[in-house]
Every structure is written in structure tokens, then in C-alpha cells.
């Protein structure tokens, strides 16, 4: 089974632009949650996304947004990019989001690397 | 507010030794732990999880043990091989899919 796949890997941006980046979660998996990794904060939970509804929301500003297809499929969107906002931004994918193991396991695909100039 | 922690940056290990991994947590609502791996410029691979009514899940090499009075979760790597150098993960979740993670471990097996 083909893993979580996500694009682009990588991607350059300058102040005030807007960003798009796309999640293709595991066959099957209808949850998808976004995450943000920086040297600073570490690894932090954007939002999470099933049958096309946001389900939780992280402390981060109104400009990132996201949303869900009908076919599982998440995008992200940064809006008015900040220097602060380059980060590796990594989607994974679960089968329902909850209910412990087989069920909420989380599997990450390869991330999209954002570089803000 | 840091709700999981890894207090060791870094640790080092011999090839064919145990690795302990530790990680702690100060929410009582979390019910599901997970341990991550991950190299650089790619994303985390799941290695291990357990529910908060089990102490113990072991997977091959890897058993996670969780002591829930003491808000303890511990990843054992035996034996360690040069493999398995990475950064390792604890995460923990109180509900659905939010994922809080600790800082990472960055795990040097020497052969």
C-alpha cells in the first residue's frame, strides 16, 4: 500500500506571498492532520481534517487554514507569508483520527520543506 | 507549557546494548502514547504505540512500558544496531488526532 505522499518537497517563498501545499493520505485513511516542525517549537499540531470537516484546530494564526476532499485529499493554506513561517510541514494520515491503536495511528508522509525569504 | 518531555537530548549506545528512551508527561488526559523515529528531511516513522490501560506492548526489538502513576513512558531498544541511530519521538494524545510531541532524542549506535 502506497504511504502518504506530499507535495512539493520543496518550496521557496518570499514575505507576503501565500502558499498551497497538498497531503495524499494511505488508501483508506479518512483522517488527515497537519504539523509543523521548526528548530524552535518542535513538532506542533496544525489541524486535523475527516470526512471533510476540521475536527481539531492548534494554537497557530487564523492565516493557516486548510481543507479536506471528498476523496481524503488535504491542502494546506499560509496566507501572507511570515519569515517565521519556514518550516518542514509534515501531513499524516489515520485511518478514523481516534479510538488508540489500528484505528488513530498516525502515519506521516515526507513533508514539504518552506522556505519564507 | 510543555506537556511531554524528553530530557535527553542525545544518547549514545553500543551496538548490541539496550537503548532506553524516556519521555514524561504532566496532562492525565492523554490515553494514547506513541513513539516515532525519524531521520533527517524526511518524516516520522511510527514505531510503537500504547493505550493507557496496558503497562507493556512490545513490537520485535522495541517495548514501550508506561507507568501512568508516575506519568512515565519508556522505549527499549534491544539489541541496538547502527540502524537505529535517529531522532526518536514521544508523542501523546488525550483525544482524537492531536498529537502532542516532546522535544526528540537523538539516539548514536556505535558499532
Known amino acids: 500500500k502506497a504511504g502518504v505522499t506530499q507535495t512539493p518537497r520543496y518550496l521557496i517563498k518570499t514575505r507576503g506571498q501565500q502558499v498551497t501545499l497538498s497531503c495524499s493520505p494511505i488508501?483508506?485513511?479518512?483522517?488527515v492532520s497537519w504539523y509543523q516542525q521548526t528548530p524552535g517549537q518542535g513538532l506542533q499540531f496544525l489541524f486535523e481534517?475527516?470526512?471533510?470537516?476540521?475536527?481539531n484546530k492548534g494554537n497557530f494564526p487564523g492565516r493557516f487554514s486548510g481543507r479536506q476532499f471528498s476523496n481524503s485529499r488535504s491542502e494546506m493554506n499560509v496566507s501572507t507569508l511570515e519569515l517565521g513561517d519556514s518550516a518542514l510541514y509534515l501531513c499524516?494520515?489515520?485511518?478514523?483520527?481516534?479510538?488508540?491503536?489500528?484505528?488513530?495511528?498516525?502515519?506521516f508522509g515526507p513533508g514539504t520543506r518552506l522556505l519564507v525569504l | 507549557d510543555q506537556q511531554v518531555k524528553q530530557n535527553s537530548p542525545s544518547l549514545s549506545v553500543q551496538e548490541g546494548r539496550i537503548s532506553i528512551l524516556n519521555c514524561d508527561y504532566t496532562?492525565?488526559?492523554?490515553?494514547?502514547f506513541l513513539w516515532y523515529k525519524k531521520y533527517p528531511a524526511e518524516g516520522p516513522t511510527f514505531l510503537i504505540s500504547?493505550?493507557?490501560?496496558?503497562d507493556k506492548n512490545e513490537d520485535g526489538r522495541f517495548t514501550v512500558f508506561l507507568n501512568k502513576s508516575a506519568k512515565h513512558l519508556s522505549l527499549h531498544i534491544v539489541p541496538s544496531q547502527p540502524g537505529d541511530s535517529a531522532v526518536y519521538f514521544c508523542?501523546?494524545?488525550?483525544?482524537?488526532?492531536?498529537?502532542?510531541f516532546g522535544a526528540g532524542t537523538i539516539l548514536r549506535v556505535k558499532s
Open positions: 488508501s483508506g485513511h479518512r483522517s
Open positions: 499524516a494520515s489515520s485511518l478514523v483520527g481516534s479510538g488508540g491503536p489500528e484505528l488513530g495511528t498516525q502515519y
Open positions: 500504547i493505550s493507557s490501560i496496558k
Open positions: 481534517y475527516f470526512s471533510e470537516t476540521q475536527r
Open positions: 496532562n492525565s488526559m492523554f490515553d494514547y
Open positions: 508523542a501523546a494524545s488525550p483525544y482524537g488526532n492531536k498529537l502532542v
